[in-house]
T-cell receptor
Framework: GAGVSQSPRYKVAKRGQDVALRCDPISGHVSLFWYQQALGQGPEFLTYFQNEAQLDKSGLPSDRFFAERPEGSVSTLKIQRTQQEDSAVYLC????????????????FGPGTRLTVT | EDKVVQSPLSLVVHEGDTVTLNCSYEVTNFRSLLWYKQEKKAPTFLFMLTSSGIEKKSGRLSSILDKKELSSILNITATQTGDSAIYLCAVDITDKLIFGTGTRLQVFP
């Protein structure tokens, strides 16, 4: 596709509900990243995939957060038993480069999913 | 702990003014520094800087990296109302970007 797309764009969940956020990266991009952006803050890293392999999940805030990319393309970020502190914009980014190859990592971002937990 | 600090946090100017946004970093595994512009949606890529002292330029925007001072600046000349946005600085530390909190720029006519 022309750019990174994410769905839904907005999600309201009641506390305790499970949610699933989808990311479609730019076609052919091998690297995919998830970030969480709280109001008034810069994005914070959650997790990173290279193809279908999840190489870094150090930023996931708790075991309620789970991400997958089973076929190395579309990715889903799942949040179980949502809490109010999970309210944020969730950004997905993709990159054509293998980050460990010493080549610059220019990431392209999607529009984000704004999650509000009530 | 890796960190990126941007200043000022907020800037209000009139059209035609020139602005300079600052970014400083302390990270363990620097590979590059990136600037993004964020309006009400996705951050859009502006520049990627890897070498010290080499200015990158795109229209009225320019940026330069100083690896000795662990910092970068983003300059915008002859600002326009369309430049109003949050400008994010990020450092690539190999498998992730570490972002600053951003500088909110407002340009009034």
């Amino acid at each position: 596709g022309a750019g990174v797309s994410q769905s839904p764009r907005y999600k309201v969940a009641k506390r305790g509900q499970d949610v699933a956020l989808r990311c479609d990266p730019i076609s052919g991009h091998v690297s995919l990243f998830w970030y969480q952006q709280a109001l008034g803050q810069g994005p914070e890293f959650l997790t990173y995939f290279q193809n279908e392999a999840q190489l870094d999940k150090s930023g996931l805030p708790s075991d309620r957060f789970f991400a997958e990319r089973p076929e190395g393309s579309v990715s889903t970020l799942k949040i179980q038993r949502t809490q109010q502190e999970d309210s944020a914009v969730y950004l997905c980014a993709s990159s054509s480069t293998y980050t460990l190859a010493g080549v610059g990592n220019e990431q392209y971002f999607g529009p984000g999913t704004r999650l509000t937990v009530t | 702990e890796d960190k990126v600090v941007q200043s000022p946090l907020s800037l209000v100017v009139h059209e035609g003014d020139t602005v300079t946004l600052n970014c400083s970093y302390e990270v363990t595994n620097f590979r590059s520094l990136l600037w993004y512009k964020q309006e009400k949606k996705a951050p859009t890529f502006l520049f990627m800087l890897t070498s010290s002292g080499i200015e990158k330029k795109s229209g009225r925007l320019s940026s330069i990296l100083d690896k000795k001072e662990l910092s970068s600046i983003l300059n915008i000349t002859a600002t326009q109302t369309g430049d109003s946005a949050i400008y994010l600085c990020a450092v690539d530390i190999t498998d992730k970007l570490i972002f600053g909190t951003g500088t909110r720029l407002q340009v009034f006519p």
